[in-house]
């Protein structure tokens, strides 16, 4: 089965940390023909980088088959990370361009995988200006963040 327009679906993500590291926690809105499904979850040692990851890996693993997906997301690290930076981590497996590890990498594998059935396109929106799927998704973030 093959993405299609009649299988087109809007992600919006967003993580929360409280310290960096520390606890964190995420949130989704998936939307699909006007139904949205709201998705959080939280960890109790994380960062915000991981949290923003496991948004976006969350909301993809939640498709029961192949979508076009447009992710909205607020983070840069995650937007540049997979439309940029990862083609050349893999190349010289899994490090920086100055030779470094990749942090995350397990999420970057995992996030990879779970992109593999969709047609994606990924936006950057502002954070904290008032877009309201990407607030709802910071409220949703904080309130699964582990006290």
């Known amino acids: 089965m093959t993405a299609t327009e009649d299988n087109r679906v809007e992600i919006y ?3 929360a940390c409280s310290g960096n590291p520390g606890p964190g926690g995420w949130g989704a809105i998936l ?6 499904k709201e998705m959080s ?4 040692e994380t960062t915000n980088n991981r ?3 496991m948004a976006a890996i969350s909301a993809l ?3 029961k ?3 076009i997906v447009d992710i909205y997301t607020d983070s840069s690290y995650v937007r540049d990370g997979i439309t940029k ?4 981590w893999q190349k010289r497996g899994w490090k920086t361009a100055d030779k470094k590890p990749v942090k995350n990498v397990e999420l970057w594998q995992r996030l990879l995988d779970a992109l593999k059935p969709h047609k994606v396109e990924w936006h950057w929106v502002k954070g904290h200006a008032g877009h309201p799927e990407n607030e709802r998704c910071d409220e949703l973030a904080r309130q ?3 006290r």
């Open 51 to 53: 949290m923003e990851m």
């Open 61 to 63: 693993e939640a498709l």
């Open 85 to 88: 930076w990862i083609w050349g």
């Open 13 to 15: 993500t967003d993580g």
């Open 144 to 146: 699964a963040v582990p």
């Open 31 to 36: 939307r699909f023909r006007g139904v949205e």
């Open 41 to 44: 979850g939280g960890d109790r």
């Open 65 to 67: 088959r192949p979508c």
